[in-house]
């Protein structure tokens, strides 16, 4: 028995609105549904996420999921939530993102699959372009109402805000248009009739169902997920970095691990329904084992697996919680020379660093001059000397004395040292 894909969004979370009738039209036959992406970068980030898992969760109760990478609308900008026209790009540029996006996609989607409901790849680029402006406004435009199109609220919204000086250009107004002819293209050309997306979509969906019914006489439907929030009031899919990207070139497997792994427990609880697809009972009995024990950090260590394994892959998972346990490690030593030198800098992200010239290495570095002379990570070779006798000092978190020579079989990666004094302060010493 195939799940019940409403029901399915309501226990998890995920479900904000859909359109009434949709449950029957679910269940007479496969059903096609497509979520829009935006291409204008070469990855996909977190915040993609949702309406990702809205497809996924759809191809596994058996129906067809429809990914359409926006290359014309990506030229255009949708105004929904924003309060300033993007950036347009051309049409190489965009063809190279739809390319990495569908590798992002093939994760959670099955898009070599025979059956029936394997999952599509479409970009509306490729039916709008050869649109001319007159057969636009011709074909489409006639049968939307300016007053229509005023009334939804992220055109109402951006015209009214009162930091927007330069309000809102026909370019953006009429994006709506062109989500809602992608809508009836689809309808016409894939029995897709339905869309989704996030909450704020609304109001473009429900343009591409106005079109259906007056166009084509047919029906559409739309279901919206809720935008995701934090507990903290922060803003989630970010960091301070920026954008927390799919792609492991933009953020390291370690640094996703990491997101995810310092979620709130409040946030734990939520995401875990949203970004995985464990089922009802395994999730209730990892929340219990967590409320039993809330410092072993169950429920985000868990969190954090699952979704690193979906979007990078076990072994990056696994690299991931050795790095984030490698300073408590009792080999220390050993575990360090295992990672990477990419992961090794973000383990040791904004930890004070030096240079030391390979030539002034050659022949050792005493420990003065590591800490003190050579580097200034203390005030003085004085203040290098008391922290050496009172034991406080230790390499690669091995404890040193005033008598120890740094070499090259310190070295990790062929070029890093880590110092400690006392527990709270380290140091890198970079050899080039």
């Known amino acids: 028995m195939k799940k019940n894909f409403l029901e399915e969004l309501q226990w998890r979370g995920m479900l904000h609105d859909s359109m ?13 549904a497509y979520v829009g992406f935006d291409p204008t970068a070469d990855s996909l980030h977190i915040g993609n996420l949702v309406p990702i898992m809205l497809l996924a969760h759809y191809q596994r109760c058996g129906h067809k999921p429809v990914a359409l990478v926006g290359g014309a609308t990506g030229m255009i900008g949708d105004p929904s939530g924003k309060s300033s026209e993007r950036n347009l790009l051309d049409e190489k540029t965009l063809r190279h993102n739809q390319d990495a996006i569908k590798g992002q996609l093939a994760h959670f ?44 609220d ?79 009031g922060s803003k989630f899919g970010k960091s301070e970095g920026g954008n927390v990207w799919l792609d492991a070139k933009r953020t390291s497997p370690y640094k996703f691990y990491q997101y995810w792994l310092n979620s709130s427990d409040e946030d734990a609880e939520k995401y875990i329904k ?9 999730i209730a009995e990892i929340i219990l084992k967590h409320s ?29 919680e050795k790095a984030s346990n490698i300073l408590f490690s009792k080999s220390f030593k050993e575990d360090i020379r295992t990672l990477d030198e990419d992961t090794f800098l973000d383990v040791f992200e904004g930890v004070p660093q030096a240079e030391i010239a390979q030539s002034d290495f050659k022949n050792g570095l005493d420990m003065i001059g590591a800490l003190a002379a050579k580097t200034n990570f203390l005030n003085s070779n004085g203040e290098a000397r008391r922290a050496l ?41 970079k050899v080039i």
């Open 20 to 32: 009434p009738g949709i449950e029957e039209h679910l269940s007479e036959e496969l059903r096609s």
């Open 109 to 152: 989607l099955d898009f070599e699959s025979n059956d029936a409901n394997a999952a599509v790849l479409v970009n509306n680029y490729d039916w709008m372009k050869e649109f001319s402006f007159l057969e636009f406004i011709r074909d489409v435009g006639k049968h939307i109402t300016v007053n229509y199109m005023m009334a939804k």
């Open 154 to 232: 992220s055109v109402k919204n951006r015209i009214s805000a009162e930091s927007t000086s330069d309000g809102m250009s026909f370019t953006e107004f009429t994006y709506q248009l062109v989500q809602g002819y992608d809508f009836l293209h689809l309808y016409r050309a894939n029995n897709c009739s339905i869309q989704m997306g996030g909450s704020d979509q609304w109001g473009n969906i429900t343009t591409g169902t106005e079109l259906i019914r007056r166009v084509a006489g047919g029906k559409g439907f739309a279901i919206t997920c809720p935008l995701i929030t934090k507990s903290d």
């Open 274 to 282: 949203i970004f995985t697809f464990l089922t009802k009972d395994e």
């Open 292 to 320: 039993e024990a809330p410092h072993l950090r169950l429920l985000q260590k868990r969190l954090a697996e699952e979704i690193t394994v979906m979007v990078h892959s076990k072994e990056d998972f696994e690299n991931a």
């Open 389 to 429: 006798k009172e034991n406080s000092v230790s390499v690669n978190k091995q404890k040193v004395n005033e008598s120890f020579i740094l070499s090259s079989d310190d070295l990790i990666n062929d070029r890093y040292i880590i110092l400690n004094k006392g527990k709270k302060n380290t140091y890198i010493i």
